[in-house]
């Protein structure tokens, strides 16, 4: 038995916990999900459309994924296939163990393409 700071800590045994619920407890305590969340669907971003070298920019708010596109012409491939676009990075994202939900679902809703 310690004390620290004027509180009584106290050892005791725990059941063994492995990585792959431990690191998303972690997340969740720390309270890192949603920018860990955000990560993942940016990553995905680029594994998905294969587009990562014709985007300048991207970042994601409110559900939304922004991003900007340096040529027209793959501006354009991306924004005829969004709909299939969404849901390939929410399947993506969906299967990552590091990803947590609320409501099971995935996080991106809305694509938009500059």
Known sequence: ??????????????????LEDAIPQFLKSMRWSAEMNEHLVLSAWDKVTGAGAYTLSKYMKN??????????VVRNQLFFNKEAIIEAINKEVLSDPL???????????????R
């Open 1 to 18: 038995m310690g004390n620290y700071k004027g509180k009584s800590i106290s050892l005791e045994r725990k059941q063994a916990v492995s």
């Open 63 to 72: 559900g939304v994924l922004y991003c900007g596109i340096s040529s027209s």
């Open 99 to 113: 990803f947590s939900s609320k409501d099971g679902k995935g996080p991106l809703k809305t694509l938009i393409l």
